[in-house]
């Protein structure tokens, strides 16, 4: 029979078991979900075999162990309130720079030669359902098409391609009909799209291998710069790739996307890119602009000089400032009918048998000799899968 102070033990144990498997983003190992399982059977058979009566004080610790006690149980069966719920790609990467830093500053700490040092995200930095839209499009903040599409991992064992359907034409002949007269025909024509991932990388230069023990050096490092860079770019790419090469096929080049001119004045332009959306029954999510374009519609005068509210014209979406589409380029579609393929792992590699070079860049030794190190950030990913193109149209802001 265990004591009551060895359950408390055991659970404070398995709490801090599923603690970090929540915080590495991955299941329990069987290892760890027995330890976790014989913790809740042991606190449970106490809990049944306790009888008499109790004082307040010892049902209000009562109450608090069964809370307890259910919350790491839920934790165990992978529940975790907030599951598929995406964080913003700021938060995410500060996330992943907190526990690589750690992990980095532990083996550092540890006397591992880094030289062979190679650690991953065990949580995805995107994934799940995108964020409600009022959470990324707020006053003063940006988002981008990674923050309002779903993300879905590549096929296993697919050596890196995927496919998804597109739907390319949808016309619409249902009608009120007699009964026993044939029925009309709509049309539906779907075509299958295929892709394959690529990677998304970059070196750091050559820094004093100290750093690595240094956590809230590190940490900036990672979050603000390398991670955080990788990202932009798969933003970029997700917008503007010309799918040429090993570049991305982005939103703005996608076949079936529509095409919306400039109306003669930012107004009309506006409600004409609405317009020819509710045309055809697409229902738009968001505005998508950059930050200069974003300024103009804040800033809009008439010709008297007057400050113009453009949020009726806008319509009932949020517009989400982008600094990856350049000035005089805007997107208005329905965010709902595309998603981002990629594995969403970052992985960070710490080396220190790369060559090292002098100031005239010759090879003059390893970065072990001079004890430094470099750093490689990574991250693979597919493209952009739009399911209808028809829900997207890309708005010209300029006049001609």
Known sequence: MHTKQQITDMLKAAREVADRATADGRSLTDAENRQVQEALAAAKSARQSTGGQRSEADRERAAKSRAQQDELGRLLAGDQGTAGARPSRKAAADAFADRLAKALTTRTADGVNVKSLELSTAAPLLGGTAPALDEVAGPGRQAGIVDLVA????????????????????????????EGTLKPTSRYALSEKTDRTKFIAHLSEPFPARLLEDYAGLREFL??????????????????????????????????VTQTAWAGSLPATIRAARTALSRIAEKPSAWMVSPDDAAAFDLFMDAQGRFVDLRQILGPVPVVENPALTAGTAVL????????????????????????????????????????????????????????????????????
């Open 333 to 400: 579609g329905d965010f709902g009918r595309a998603k981002l393929v990629t594995d969403s792992q970052m992985r960070i590699t710490a080396m220190d048998g790369a060559p090292h070079r002098n100031d005239l860049g010759e090879i003059d030794g390893t970065l072990w000799e001079f004890n430094e190190v470099a750093l490689r950030a990574e991250m693979r990913v597919g493209g952009l899968a739009i399911t209808r193109p028809t829900a997207f149209t890309v708005v010209d802001l300029t006049a001609a």
């Open 223 to 256: 979050a603000n710069r390398m991670t955080e860079d990788v990202l932009d770019v798969l933003e970029r790419e997700a917008l503007t790739g010309d799918g040429t090469a090993e570049h991305l096929h982005g939103i703005l080049n996608q076949t079936g």
């Open 151 to 178: 993300v879905e991992a590549p096929p296993i064992g697919g050596a890196g391609r995927f496919a998804w359907l597109s739907e390319d034409v949808h016309e619409n002949n249902a009608a009120v009909v007699p």
